[in-house]
């Protein structure tokens, strides 16, 4: 038995650290994809410097190779950058709450209004008024109602001969009166970025203090959209950015760029000229996308999730022997709140559907599990492994540590007897059953 537990301890143990050499290497790689994806230079050194110095010194995961472990820290930390402030269209306010659409011409606007007015009415039951702010192509304004009708949207009716500011406040005058949630304003676009657009954007904005202001950006462009987010953002103030034709063969590199350049959020992602291709962000697709390397993303997470899987082993074995001990709790709790449930390591041992039963009825519910990980956290590592240790000076110590109460503490440590005691006795008819590791 001790050769057993030792062997898996023994691959547990780290394989060492990932040195200066390892990450430069890899380094090198990475910076080619991002280039390659049209990523902006300047965002290709800045991400490099900060991923260099926090892979450096990183502990390798067995069973993969440095390289692949770079790349897994690069992915990760992309994830992190494109989407760790990921939000939806944010429409709390007094309605109707005008929403801005801004970009150059032939990015995406008008379809993309209509696609987001479509998507607020039927997910979010809002009631959404359209009103195109471009007056310098009729035909913009007919595209708009067209596609209105066809998401069944209302648009606001054509006046000829207003200013776009006069329309936008037109608009929010017919919302008012119609009881709409929502007013979505496509305004006009021009082939680059000029003042005189500059100006009546920045001017629309003033006269409807819009909740949101997307920048909707074709994914295609590469730097060009980099320089238009930049400049809107400046001139206007964006709150968000749509990124259109991420159905196009592009690598996603501009996503990133604009999302390091603004600081804003990439809240929606058009995937096609109909008016059902709007997505949420998912920026571990981009990731993977702009990196080329999906395959080692995935052979890394394997390697983590086998070692995960390890760990539980080694905690199965410890609860079989009757040592389940309280730093073995917190790693049940965890698995729970990983897997959205009770699962996991419960499941590796014989007949515990009863105590799962149990657990459930306690109404473990996330809150409850997060409170129950603070109070172990707070406790010292001796008394995690030695609960007879906790008195009642120490159990009013950690609930004061924890932010919980003594009723909570004793109600944890109650809930980890019987836990321990029912494992105890499991185990041990389950270990003689087979002969297994008790027997030895
Ligand atoms: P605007 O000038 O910014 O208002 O751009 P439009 O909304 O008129 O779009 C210009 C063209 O791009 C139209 O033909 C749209 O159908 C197309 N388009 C818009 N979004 C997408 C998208 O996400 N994917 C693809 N493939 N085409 C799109
Ligand atoms: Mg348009």
Known sequence: LSDRLGGILDRLKKRGAL?????GEAMREVRRALIEADVALDVVRSFTDKVRTRAVGAEVVKSVTPGQMVVKIVHDELVAMLGSDAKPIDLEAAPPVPVLMVGLQGSGKTTSTAKIARRLKDRAGR???????????????????????????????????QSAVQIARRAMEAARLGGFDVVMLDTAGRVTLDEALMA????????????????????????????TAKAFDARVGLTGIVLTRADGDGRGGAALSMRAVTGKPIKLVGTGEKMDALEDFDPRRIAGRILGMGDVVSLVEK????????????????????????????????????????????????????????????????????????????????????????????????????????EDVNKLMKMHRQMADMMKAMGASAGGKRGGPMAG
């Open 127 to 161: 009631k959404v008024l359209m009103a195109s702010l471009d007056t310098r192509r009729p035909a913009a304004m007919e595209q708009l109602a067209t596609l209105g009708k066809q998401v069944s949207v209302d648009t606001l009716p054509i006046v000829a001969g």
């Open 303 to 406: 390697a983590v999730e086998n070692i995960d899987a390890e760990k539980a082993m080694a905690a199965a074995e410890r609860m079989r022997k009757g040592n389940f001990d309280l730093e073995d709790l917190r790693m049940q709790l965890e698995q729970m709140e990983k897997l959205g449930g009770l699962g996991g390591l419960m499941g590796m041992l014989p007949g515990i559907g009863k105590l799962k039963n149990q657990m459930a009825n306690a109404n473990l519910d996330d809150k409850v599990i997060r409170r129950q990980k603070a109070i172990i956290d707070s406790m010292t590592k001796k008394e995690r492994r030695n609960p007879k240790l906790l008195d009642a000076s120490r159990r009013k110590r950690i609930a004061a540590g924890s932010g919980t109460k003594v």
């Open 200 to 227: 009546e954007v920045a001017e629309v904005k003033a006269a409807t203090g819009p909740h949101e202001v997307l920048l909707v950006a074709d994914s295609l462009t590469g730097q060009d959209a980099v320089n």
């Open 19 to 23: 040195t200066e050499a390892d990450v």
